[in-house]
C-alpha cells in the first residue's frame, strides 16, 4: 500500500542480572525442593533491556513490581517461581524463592503463572508459555506481558543476559485519534499467537543459539486495545509477536470509536525474527471512509453462535465482525454449518465472512429461495448440503475449485445446476429434482460418484472427460436418451440405470464392472459385458426388451435377474458356478442351463416358458419358484424338475410343496409351484 514503509531494524533486547545476596545463601542445603530467598540484580551496563520503551524508541527500563519467572532441574512439575522488583528504573532487584540447585535456572519474562520451564541441559530447556492475543496500546512502546524474553543464569551469583523469543510490528497512525482497536490479522490465516513449545538453546556466553517453536492452541487475530481514549497520532505503537513467518501478509484492521473499520493489508509474507522490528511505517486513515462491517444475517449468527459462544452482538441481533473478540470468535468456527427446518433462512448471504465453515448442510429449509452462487463462499472446501428448499431455482458451483462433495436434491423449483472447474470434486448428487433437463459433469477429473436418479425431465447427462467416475446411478429418470462419455469410463464399477429411455449400451471398456442395474430401462442391446469377466457379481436386466444374454465369461456372478424380460428364449449358466440368486419369472426362457451351482440359494423362474429343469447339482436351495409355465402358445404347460432326494426333503421341510395340479388361489403360498412334476434322480 503506498503509505506503508516496510522494513525491519534491530531492536536490542537484553536483560543483565548480577547477585547481589550474601555468599552464605548459596552453601545451604536443600531437600523435596525447599525455597530459599534469592535475589537477582537487573545492572545498568545494557541499556537496551525490557519493559518499556524510552523517548529515543530503543532504550528499556523495568516497571514497578515486574516479575519474571525461573525454572530449573527437578523443579515440581517444571513450574516456574515468581521473582518481583519493587522499583523502577535499568538497575533494580528481584526478589523470591527458588531451590538451591547447582545446575543453570532459566527465567523468562514476563512471569506467567501457568508457564513450566523443563530442564534440558546446563544450556537447553524447554519454555511452555502463552504469547496473548489481547495486548494493551502503550503510546511509543508495547504491551510489556506481550514481548517475552528467556535468558539462561549458569550460575546465580554471576550476571546473566536474556533475549526476546519474538518480535514487534510497528506502527503509527495519521489522519484520526479516535481509532480504540487494532487488529492483526494472518490473512492465510496463519497462527500469530497462541500456546508456545519452544526447545532454546544457549551458547555458554548466554546468547541464544537455536530455537525450535510451535504455536498450539492459536488463532490468526491479535488485538491491540487502546485503555483510555484514542491511539494517538504520529505516535509509534507496537504488537508483539513471536518469531514466525506469516505467508499471505495481514490485514490491518482499524476500529474507529463509533463502530467503524478501516482496513489496510499488506499482501506479502512478513517475516518476524526474534529481537527485531517489522515497521509498517505511517498508515494514513481517512475517517470518513470507515465503514461499518454489520452481519444482519441472523439466522447465520445463532447458527455461528451455538458454537462460537460468546458473540457481541446489537439488541437487534446483528453483529459487528470487528466488534471485541467477534473475529476471532468467528474464525474459531471451524467444520460444517448446519441448518435445518428454519422457516427464517431465505438467504445465504454474508455467509463469506464465516471464513472457516467448510462444508455447509442446509435442508428442509422451505423459504431459502432463489439464485443461490456458491462461489461467493470459496471457504467451502469440504461439501454442501441442499435439499428440500423448493424455492430454490438454481445452484452454481462451478468457481469452487476445492470443493469435493455437492448433494442437492430433492429441490422441486430447480432449474439449473452449474458445474464445472472442480478438479476436486469426488461427489456428486443431483437428485429428486423435478425440473433439472440436464446435468454437465464433464471435466470432473477426480469425480468417483455420481447421483442423478429420480429426475422425470432430465434429457441428457455430460461425463465426457471425467475419466475415474466408479459409480454412477441414473435410476427412474424416464426422459434420458443420452449419457455423454459413458463408453470411455474404464474404472466404472457400479452402473444403476433403470427406467429410462437409452437403448443400447456398450460396455466393452468397463472391464471393473461390479454390478449392473437395468431393471425396467428401455434398452435393447447390451454390448461387451465379457470385459468385466470375474469382476461381474449382479447383473438385473428384469423388464427390459434385451432379446440375447452372454454371460459366459462373468463365471463370479451371483446375482441375475431377467424377470419379465420376453425376448431371451435360451440362457447358458453352465459357467457361472457361483450364482447364488436366480430370477427369470414372467418371461420367455424356453431352455435353461443350469448346471453345477452349489451355492444357488434363491431361485424364481416360474411363469415362464420352461417343460423342464434340472436343480439336482445345485445343492440346497432355500427358496424355489418354479410353476406355472407355459408353452409357446401360452397355453399351461406343466414343468418336469428334476431333484436329489435331499432336496426334496428339505423342500417338505420348509413347507414349499410341489403339486401336479394348478392351484388357482392366488393366496396360496404354493400356487408358484403348481403344475410341476418332481422326478428324484437316482
Known sequence: MKHFKTYLSFLGIALVFASCAKD?????????????????????????????????????????????????????NNVTRPFKTPTAGSDVHFWGKAADVTSSYFMMYPYQENAKISYKTNLQAEYKFSFPKNQTATAGSFDPKANISVGVIPKRYEPFIAYNVGGLVRFTIKGTDKVKQVKLFAIGQDNLVGDITSTISFKTNGQINKMQTKITNGTPVVNLVAENGGLKEETPYYIALPEEKISKGISIIFTLDNGKSIIKKVKQEINIERAKVY????????????????LKNKVLIDAVSEI??????????DMNIYEGENLEKILSFKGTLTIQNND?????????????????????NKN???????????????????????????????????????????????TEAKVGNNPKMTFLALYDDKLLTKIDASNLPTLATLKAYN??????????????????????????TQIEGLSDKDQLENFKASSNKIESYDFSKMTKLKSINLIGASVKEIKG???????LTTLDLGSTQISSLDVTQNTEL?????????????????????????????SGIRELKLGSKNGLKNINISSSKLSSLDISEAGTIENIAVGLQTDATGKDQQIKVTMTQQQKDYFDSKGIIFTENIISDNNDKNKPNSNVKVIIKQ
Open 308 to 317: 462460537a459462544t460468546g458473540l457481541e452482538r446489537y439488541d437487534n441481533g
Open 529 to 535: 459385458l465379457s470385459a468385466a469377466s470375474t469382476n
Open 455 to 480: 429426475n422425470g425431465e432430465l434429457t441428457n447427462i455430460n461425463t465426457l472427460n471425467s475419466p475415474k467416475i466408479q459409480n454412477i446411478d441414473i435410476s427412474a429418470t424416464g426422459k434420458l
Open 279 to 294: 515497521d509498517l511505517g505511517e498508515i494514513v486513515l481517512n475517517p470518513t471512509s470507515a465503514k461499518a462491517f454489520i
Open 368 to 414: 431459502l429461495a432463489g439464485e443461490i452462487d456458491f462461489n461467493k463462499y470459496p471457504q467451502l472446501t469440504n461439501y454442501i448440503v441442499i435439499s428440500n428448499s423448493p424455492l430454490v431455482t438454481k445452484i452454481d458451483i462451478s468457481g469452487l475449485t476445492e470443493l469435493k462433495f455437492l448433494s442437492a436434491h430433492q429441490l422441486d423449483g430447480l
Open 558 to 586: 451371483q446375482k441375475l435377474n431377467l424377470s419379465y424380460v420376453k425376448g431371451i428364449t435360451t440362457l447358458d449358466l453352465s459357467n457361472n458356478t457361483h450364482l447364488t440368486e436366480l430370477t427369470t419369472n414372467n
Open 344 to 364: 427464517e433462512l431465505t438467504t445465504l448471504d454474508e455467509l463469506q465472512y464465516y471464513r472457516n465453515v467448510t462444508g455447509l448442510d442446509v435442508q428442509k
Open 24 to 76: 552464605e545463601l548459596y552453601n545451604k542445603e536443600t531437600n523435596n525442593e525447599e525455597l530459599i530467598d534469592m535475589v537477582f540484580n537487573a545492572g545498568s551496563k545494557h541499556p537496551l533491556s525490557r519493559t518499556v520503551l524510552g523517548a529515543d524508541g530503543e532504550t528499556v527500563t523495568w516497571q514497578e513490581n515486574d516479575q519474571i519467572g525461573i525454572g530449573y532441574q527437578y523443579s515440581d
